[in-house]
């Protein structure tokens, strides 16, 4: 009963919280980019708590049970994803003075490409971001708390619909500060008790097969082939942190580049500790609960619910999930209003007033949560290794997009025909092999090289459409009238100097005192990153 107080509690502050910030108007890039006013500690908070979501606490729980360390390099790799943003991609997209990420594709190339990108992203926050969420607080919240399946993911919903829809991306980011506070919080508490039942980290060696804490282990794991570790997990991870909407906007609304930079990196460092809230208790949990645990699935609840973890912290640990699923809920709502707002209406109708951009935003939104209380029901057909069918999902639609994004910085030659071709053929054939995922029977094909790439494995799918994407980028843009003097400086790569001499000259304040500063952090975060990879 105590625990239940503590979470309605909860759900009651961030609802009161969400009113309070909401009740200040302000215009479209308030709603959608809070005004371009954030510092860098509440965009790193922001990214970190937007990132960790549903399939983290039921996937990446029980792979730490199956599989130990091993899923760790997935999450590693986010942290040089996010360095490579802030150095190379950020800059451009500051250049470029965009507020939507499929707004590049268009300044760099052509407005076809800006709206697949708008079409493909707003369907997989649909299908990896709302739906996972809502079936992960359905699911948990009744296993854990005994609340209806239906009840709960509504109420979730409605929470984080209510602040989204009236506050929109101001609201939504100043929350996630207090989101991610909760959420480390509660981690830590949820950590610290599951070491301390095992009898410490020494116990756990003893009590695990080595394999278990390394993270190069290849004995057991057959989901993720060396190949796709070292190759393909880099290409979804460009794909995820530096194209997507959803990670991205945190950036673009930061007060200065400095400020835009250092919230990315402070992400980086934030993500060093998915490996130790949820592999390193789902292993423990494997040793101390098995013969509670069964078939080792949602192991996040049964550890939550065991007399491991005692009353109150069980509150605690709890909010730490509510708000992990609150945050990225209300983020992929609020992405996807943004990308249909002023991706496709603000295009049909270019004089739209701020205010109308809102209320077109917050009817966008409205509509999303409708449409996720109505999918409720089909949620009970999930799987609960959402954590792989995520990064299959994304590592099929990834490739073609992460090559025409990472060859148009890097060169001028490339053009609006090849990205759009690129873009379609790429992302025709990843859909073809996702809908093949789901009917392997009615979706097979008779011709061999097909057939082959319908069956190889998802990750290295995702090495060779990358590599043939980045080909017919290529002939097509080599074969067609080229752009080359045209594109400008500001929307593709260049030297480092030239780089921020170009962001100074569009307004951005640039401290040398301060980019040193964010070198050396950088470094530091570098430093860990190899610490774990030696030591585990």
């Not at 049909?348 to 951009?357: D, F, M, N, T, V």
């Not at 148009?408 to 025709?428: D, E, I, P, S, V």
């Not at 011709?447 to 080909?471: A, E, N, Q, R, W």
Request: net charge positive.
């Amino acid at each position: 009963m105590f625990d239940q107080i503590i979470i309605l509690s909860y759900l009651s502050v961030i609802l009161g919280i969400g009113f309070y910030i909401s009740r200040f108007e302000g215009d479209e890039n308030d709603y959608f980019l809070a005004g371009r006013r954030m510092r860098w500690m509440t965009i790193g908070a922001s990214l970190f708590a937007a990132s960790v979501s549903g399939e983290h606490f039921i996937g990446l729980f029980d792979l730490g049970a199956i599989y130990g360390f091993q899923f760790g390099h997935i999450e590693l790799i986010s942290c040089f994803m996010l360095l490579i943003l802030c150095y190379f991609v950020l800059p451009i997209y500051l250049r470029a003075g965009i507020s939507t990420v499929p707004e590049y594709l268009e300044k760099r190339f052509s407005k076809p490409s800006r709206i697949y990108l708008n079409v493909i992203s707003m369907f997989t926050y649909i299908v990896t971001k709302i739906s996972v969420t809502l079936f992960v607080s359905g699911f948990l919240l009744h296993k854990i708390l005994g609340w209806d399946i239906s009840k709960s993911a509504i109420i979730i919903i409605i929470v984080s619909g209510m602040y989204a829809i009236l506050g929109g991306f101001k609201t939504i980011i100043k929350i996630d500060v207090i989101q991610s506070a909760v959420l480390i919080s509660g981690m830590v508490l949820l950590m610290i008790f599951s070491v301390k039942a095992i009898g410490g980290f020494n116990a756990l060696q003893s009590a695990v097969p080595g394999e278990y804490l390394c993270i190069w282990s290849r004995q057991r794991l057959d989901d993720l082939p060396l190949a796709g570790l070292i190759v393909a997990i880099p290409i979804i991870g460009f794909w995820y942190w530096c194209t997507d909407q959803f990670i991205v906007q945190r950036a673009l609304s930061g007060k200065t580049v400095q400020d835009a930079q250092r919230g990315t990196i402070l992400a980086g460092f934030f993500r060093v500790l998915p490996i130790f809230f949820f592999l390193l208790p789902g292993m423990i949990s494997h040793v101390v609960l098995r013969p509670a645990n069964g078939n080792g699935s949602f192991i996040f609840a049964t550890l939550v619910m065991s007399q491991i973890i005692p009353t109150g912290v069980k509150g605690l640990v709890v909010a730490g999930l509510l708000a992990a699923l609150m945050s990225s809920l209300a983020n992929a709502l609020n992405a996807c209003s943004a990308l249909f707002t002023l991706d496709l209406y603000k295009q049909l109708k270019p004089g739209a007033r701020g205010s109308e951009l809102v209320l077109v935003g917050r009817l966008i939104t409205t509509a999303l949560v409708i449409l996720g209380i109505i999918w409720i029901p089909f949620m009970r057909n999930m799987q609960s290794n959402i954590y792989l069918q995520i990064i299959k999902v994304n590592a099929l639609l990834s490739p073609s997009v992460a090559a025409v994004f990472i060859m148009g910085m890097l060169w001028r030659r490339m053009n609006a025909k090849g990205a759009f071709w690129t873009l379609l053929l790429g992302g025709g054939l990843s859909f073809y092999r996702l809908l093949f995922e789901f009917s392997p029977q009615a979706m097979s094909v008779s011709v061999p090289v097909l057939d082959k790439l319908l069956t190889v494995h998802y990750l290295y799918y995702t090495i060779v459409m990358f590599v043939c994407s980045g080909i017919f980028f290529v002939a097509i843009s080599m074969l067609t009238e080229s752009k080359g003097e045209a594109v400008s400086d500001h929307l593709v790569l260049t030297r480092s100097w030239e780089r921020y001499s170009k962001l100074k000259s569009i307004g951005q304040i640039v401290s040398t005192d301060f980019r040193c500063l964010n070198t050396k952090i950088s470094i530091a975060l570098v430093i860990i990153i190899v610490f774990i990879y030696v030591v585990f």
